[in-house]
């Protein structure tokens, strides 16, 4: 069987300098995997150079999604074919409601492959519907709707929106950077609960942080720890716990001494 | 006269949808073509050719002069390369001005069906005036409004069929000295809307005027009266096109407005001129004890536009509010902004301009902020936003606050920024194009403004910005 997301020998430079030296991963269908390390260590460079950001630039290595490189892609086809970076940063867009900027997006993503059998755009009333019902899930009150996009936002409304976009857009393969950071426990608990009410059995998930707590909510099947642009130690979600109990220094230290 | 030869086409930086929907052009047939240029025989027949009254013909002549006394203008645009004689001041395309849609000629009447004027009569104006080259070839009004005594006319008609109520305005807020060109159109005008609210009347739709340039080297000079009686309220909505032909046209307007106690006018521009257009219009309202002006400016288009509609709060309590966006594409210049005047105690004001500079081109936000000594208790609040689309594009701001008095309470703000690479790429990880992406952050950033538009008019307006967007990026 052809792997969802196969990343083979990754290497990628930001303005000149080589962050990710090196990774190799491979996360299937119906799997939760979470990537954690120390602050650095290029975990957000993966994220944004899965998503296809401009500035991060793949020296060598490949990007294999459903067997089919990514690296000819712009941001946007990687998106229109299923692929979604929840933004550690989300940023504001004034002016552009939240309504109106994901009906453009998932139009976008219809037009491109046709999700859920249907390339035609949605209509504004099945779009209100769909709209409703994944905002209840996400637990935020229809005036977000006709909000700005991101602009005034606390930051736990900002992730719970990027989680809603994700639910809208119904991506096969999502990346969540640092969802968890900035976010008190009740929100934690409600963006966790978003998430794990999209897992299934047609979706990978890529989830990267720096703690350990929303692994009390997500709880994914593999565990990596990346230091200084490499995938140094794998392992189970026992692995987590160890990390939580002696934290980082003595993985790095074990790199460095390799 | 006729001119029939083929003009060529040079459709700008707005491609070819610009060129299907608004830069089609008829064959020039008209009734009656003045001779290119300037002088004192062509205003005199200008005024012969209306019949008008001996004051108006005396009152063109003067300005004649002094547009030729007034030096042009070396301040804000390059206005040296406007050939005041290379200019046709006057084209008659039709005998009269109508009021049924079906006795509009056909070959005017096309173009206005094209660009959807009848339609709009239909479903949501009470009124509706259409001006082709120099003069209006058609208008109408809701009966239920004409039977409540509102007038809207024609300015060459409320002039031969309301001479003393024309008298009594006409000049006196913008007097032909003010400018040269405000000079210039009191000598040429022609065409142009004439309103008039009677006492307590709310005018619930909009009165709409389209103007269209459809000949070569073509000067437009329509000269527009509104006057809102006490407790009054009408909006008031122009929208103006032209072809793109290789020589340059004018189009130099001179709008007043007359606000009485209590009463509002709101006056909502959408201006789509084609990039070989000058735009040089002189726009000013007075505003009574507790009246209300509101200026919605949106220029798009046009080779130069130097335009700041202003407000002269002259009564106690009066309010004045100018919202502006400007879009400058490859080889333009906008030159807008507002100027707001309180000359009475406890009179507010509020400035909020937007500009887009793209592809080289450039905006210059021009405002004046002026408080007299004795307007005690005034309040004014001016802020300006440019968005700058790439590194070739300009935008400046020339902000003049004069503040005579001490008990007043002033507020300026103004910043410029550019479309970033990490705004670009959150929207493009959602899927949309780079192009859809830059469309979707500028129609944000102007949605302020456009949230002030009749719903039709903010759907045309989203509509324009992406044709002046298409293909700009990447």
């Known amino acids: ?258 | 006269m006729t001119d029939t030869k083929k003009p060529t086409f040079d459709i700008g930086s707005s491609g070819s949808e610009y060129k299907e929907k608004y830069g089609f052009f008829d064959p020039e047939k008209y009734v009656f073509k003045a001779k290119k240029g300037l002088n004192r025989e062509i205003v005199e027949e200008i005024s012969w050719m209306k019949n008008e009254p001996e004051w108006m013909r005396t009152y063109r002549l003067r300005a004649l002069e002094m547009f030729y006394k007034k030096p042009m203008p070396q301040w804000g645009g390059n206005l040296n390369d406007i050939n005041f004689d290379d200019i046709y001041y006057f084209l008659r395309a039709t005998d009269k001005s109508e009021r049924s849609w079906d006795d509009v000629p056909d070959d005017i009447k096309k173009t206005f069906d094209r660009l959807g004027i009848p339609e709009a009569e239909r479903k949501f104006l009470s009124g509706v005036g259409a001006q082709y080259e120099s003069e209006v070839v058609y208008h109408n009004i809701k009966e239920s409004l004409s039977k409540q005594g509102v007038i809207f006319l024609g300015m060459d008609q409320a002039l031969a069929e309301h001479p003393d109520i024309v008298k009594k305005y006409f000049g006196t807020i913008i007097p032909s000295a003010d400018n040269k060109f405000a000079a210039l159109n009191s000598a040429v005008w022609s065409g142009g809307s004439f309103i008039y609210v009677p006492p307590g009347v709310h005018v619930d739709m909009p009165l709409q005027a389209y103007f269209r340039i459809n000949a070569r080297s073509m000067g437009q000079f329509e000269r527009t009266l509104i006057i809102a009686d006490e407790g009054s309220y009408v909006h008031y909505v122009e929208g103006c096109t032209a072809p793109t032909y290789s020589s340059d046209s004018l189009h130099s307007a001179v709008v007043e407005i007359m606000i009485h106690k209590n009463a509002r006018v709101r006056y909502t521009t959408i201006q789509n001129w084609s990039s070989n257009v000058y735009n040089l219009v002189t726009k000013r309202a007075v505003a009574q004890e507790d009246a209300t002006m509101e200026w919605v400016d949106c220029n798009l288009g046009s080779k130069l536009t130097m335009k700041y509609p202003s407000v002269y709060m002259m009564g106690k309590g009066a309010h004045g509010e100018i919202l502006s966006v400007a879009f400058a594409g490859k080889g333009q210049h906008q030159d807008a902004g507002g100027k707001v005047v309180h000359g009475a105690p406890y009179t507010t004001s509020v400035i909020n301009s937007k500009s887009i500079s793209k592809d080289g081109g450039r905006t210059s936000y021009r405002g004046l902020l002026k408080v007299y000594p004795g307007a005690v208790g005034s309040k004014s609040n001016v802020r300006c936003d440019a968005l700058l689309l790439d590194e070739d594009s300009r935008s400046d701001t020339y902000p003049y606050i004069e503040v005579d008095e001490d008990k007043v309470s002033i507020g300026h703000e103004a910043s410029v920024s550019k479309i970033g690479e990490e705004q670009l790429f959150y929207l493009m990880s959602r899927g949309l194009s780079e192009s859809e992406a830059a469309t979707m952050i500028v129609s944000g950033f102007i949605e302020p403004i456009v949230k002030e538009l009749p719903m039709e008019f903010a759907v045309e307006m989203n509509r324009l910005i992406q044709l002046q967007m298409e293909g700009s990026v990447g």
């Open chain 1, 1 to 258: 069987m052809t792997p969802h997301l196969e990343i083979k020998n990754l290497h990628v430079s930001v303005e000149g300098k080589e962050i990710l030296k090196g990774i190799d991963l491979t996360i299937n269908k119906n799997e939760i995997h979470a990537i954690m390390g120390p602050n650095g260590s290029g975990k957000s460079t993966l994220a944004n150079t899965l998503a296809g950001h401009p500035k991060y630039t793949v020296t060598e290595g490949d990007i294999l999604y459903k067997g089919e490189s990514v690296l000819p892609w712009g941001a946007d086809v990687r998106s229109q074919k299923g692929i979604f970076l929840a933004f550690q940063y989300p940023m504001a867009i004034p002016g552009v409601t939240v309504a109106n900027f994901l009906r453009t997006a998932l139009n976008a993503r219809r037009k491109a492959t046709g999700t859920n059998g249907n390339s035609k755009s949605i209509s504004i009333p099945e779009f209100r519907k769909l709209m409703r019902e994944k905002m209840a899930i996400l637990k935020l009150d229809d005036t977000f709707a006709t909000r700005y996009l991101n602009d005034g936002f606390s930051g736990g409304e900002k992730k719970r929106v990027e989680i809603l976009q994700m639910a809208v857009l119904n991506p096969e393969m999502a990346v969540l950077d640092e969802t968890d950071s900035g976010l008190d426990i009740d929100a934690l608990r409600i963006v966790s609960e978003g998430v794990n009410a999209l897992a299934g059995p047609n979706l990978g998930v890529l989830l990267i942080t720096h703690y350990q707590r929303i692994l009390n909510y997500i709880k994914p099947q593999y565990i990596h720890v990346m230091v200084s642009g490499k995938l140094a130690m794998s392992g189970g979600p026992e692995l987590a716990l160890q990390l939580e109990e002696k934290g980082y220094d003595w993985i790095i230290e074990a790199e460095a001494a390799k």
